[in-house]
Structures are given as structure tokens and as C-alpha cells.
């Protein structure tokens, strides 16, 4: 499969390239998307009935369990050719990432993310002093149960670092994310459904500023029917070619 030309004349053209990446940025590394059935242990759970703040008052443990189950997922897995793709196309051109993954393969990759809008898996902390804890190193099998560790600095409960439904997004990422999609020349939208609010409103929002939107999924989301251009492939499919078409 070639690189579709009016996707590679709008990415030959773009001085400044934005990409906001979903879960299917991850799919190909062996990272589960969200909507997704979830795998083995974790099968039998709604995934966004684990991350709220509700589910964390009345089952700490539950939830805690379920994020080092995605801590020790992340670890065994490798970025994937989307990931590495990205990383070699920001070394010759402006390429700013905003992801609402909580993984960290862009940066393994090699990639300097702009934005994490929903926070990520590598940065838990105390929910009374805010203070960032260390992350504990996951159960070698995954768990039901697991009680979160204790701030060391005034002994409160640490949480996840990442934002939950019903959560507020923090300022900074999405100040950063939305700067970035005004001033882009071409928005490529990686791997999301756009179904979860605020990020699925940031292609709207590249649109309002003139700025060309191009959707790279396999499928069909709510936001494909307002792209200036789809491709149907994947993340570790298109991402190489198009960067090697660039060259
Ligand atoms: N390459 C590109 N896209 C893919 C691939 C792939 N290999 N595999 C799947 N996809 C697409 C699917 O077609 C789907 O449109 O990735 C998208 C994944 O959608 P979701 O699972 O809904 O993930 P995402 O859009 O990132 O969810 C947004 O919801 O659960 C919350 O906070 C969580 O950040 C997450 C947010
Ligand atoms: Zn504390």
C-alpha cells in the first residue's frame, strides 16, 4: 500500500506537524485498546468502570491492581514502527506529539512528547501532599487486589498519574496541545476513536484555524466524517511509509 498522494502533498507541504495519538498508536506493540475486550485477568472488567475517582474511593485496591497489570504490560512491550517512525520524522522536521496514551513508548522510541492530556502510567502520586512517588515494580502475574503504597513523604494514599473520567484535564498538557494544533499545518490523527472529551475535539479545533486534518486508522471513528483525508491503515503500517515517502 502507497501513501494515499494527497496525504503525502499535504505532509510534503507542512513545516509543522502535529499528532494526536489514541490507544491504536499502542495496538501494534501488544498494548490492549480501550474498547478492545479486554485480555486474560482483566476480561471481565469494564476498564472505564475501574478509572474513576468513584471506582478509587471504594476499591482502591482493585483499581491499583488494574494500573500495575498495565504498568507491567507496558514494560514487557516495545515501541512499535508508528512510534519509531514519528521519532525518526521529528529529528528533520517539527513534529509535536500529544497523546492520550499513558504509556511511555514515544519517548522509548525516542520522541520528546508535548502532551500526555490523560496523564500517564509512569508518574503516581500522593493523594494528600501531591508529591510524586515512586512506582513500585508490578506483581510478576497480575492481581485482583493490591493495596497502593504510602507517600514517604506524609504516609497518604498514592494514586495513579493518570486523569480519570469525570477528572478535570490538567492545564498545562492541554494548553500545550491546543497551542500546538492551532499552529500546526497538518494534523494526523493516530489510532482514536474520538469519543472521549476534550482530545476528540481538538481536530474540530484544527479545523476552526485552517488547519489540514488527516485521520490514520483502520477504521471508520466519530471525527473520520470531518477529515480533510482518511487513510485505512494502521499506526506501524502507515506512520513508516509516510515518512519514508518524505524523504
Ligand atoms: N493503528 C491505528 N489505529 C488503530 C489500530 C492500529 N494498529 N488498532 C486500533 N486502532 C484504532 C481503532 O479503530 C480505534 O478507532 O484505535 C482506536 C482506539 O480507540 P479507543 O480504544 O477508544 O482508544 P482512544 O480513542 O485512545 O480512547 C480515548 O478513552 O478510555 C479512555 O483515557 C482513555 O485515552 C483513552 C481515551
Ligand atoms: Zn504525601
Known amino acids: 500500500m502507497t501513501v494515499p498522494h494527497p496525504i503525502l502533498a499535504l505532509a510534503r507541504r507542512a513545516r509543522s506537524v502535529t499528532v494526536l495519538a489514541g490507544a491504536g498508536m499502542s495496538a501494534e506493540s501488544g498494548v490492549p485498546t480501550f474498547r478492545d475486550a479486554q485480555t486474560g485477568l482483566w476480561e471481565n472488567f469494564d476498564v472505564t468502570a475501574l478509572a474513576t475517582p468513584e471506582a478509587w474511593r471504594a476499591d482502591p485496591a482493585t483499581v491499583w491492581a488494574w494500573y500495575q497489570w498495565r504498568v507491567a504490560l507496558v514494560r514487557r512491550v516495545e515501541?512499535?514502527?508508528?512510534?519509531?517512525?514519528l521519532a525518526d520524522w521529528?529529528?528533520?522536521?517539527?513534529?509535536?506529539?500529544?497523546?492520550?496514551?499513558?504509556?511511555?513508548l514515544h519517548e522509548r522510541a525516542g520522541s520528546t512528547v508535548l502532551a500526555h492530556l490523560h496523564g500517564s502510567l509512569f508518574s503516581p502520586r500522593c493523594t494528600d501532599c501531591g508529591r510524586d512517588a515512586e512506582i513500585p515494580d508490578p506483581p510478576p502475574e497480575p492481581v485482583e487486589h493490591l493495596d497502593p503504597p504510602r507517600c514517604l513523604h506524609c504516609g497518604g494514599m498514592v494514586r495513579p498519574g493518570v486523569v480519570w473520567f469525570?477528572?478535570?484535564?490538567?492545564?498545562?498538557?492541554?494548553?500545550?496541545?491546543?497551542?500546538?494544533?492551532?499552529n500546526a499545518d497538518l494534523l494526523l490523527v493516530v489510532g482514536t476513536s474520538g469519543v472521549v472529551y476534550p482530545a476528540a475535539r481538538l481536530p474540530a479545533l484544527a479545523r476552526s484555524q485552517g488547519v489540514a486534518v488527516v485521520e490514520i486508522n483502520p477504521e471508520g471513528t466519530d471525527l473520520s466524517d470531518d477529515m480533510d483525508e482518511?487513510?485505512?491503515?494502521?499506526?506501524?503500517?502507515?506512520?513508516p511509509q509516510l515518512v519514508a515517502a518524505l524523504r
Open 166 to 182: 469525570g477528572e478535570m484535564l490538567p492545564r498545562e498538557p492541554w494548553d500545550a496541545a491546543t497551542g500546538a494544533v492551532r
Open 90 to 104: 521529528s529529528k528533520t522536521a517539527g513534529v509535536q506529539i500529544v497523546t492520550q496514551n499513558v504509556d511511555d
Open 230 to 239: 482518511v487513510w485505512r491503515t494502521t499506526a506501524a503500517v502507515g506512520l
Open 79 to 85: 515501541p512499535n514502527a508508528g512510534h519509531r517512525a
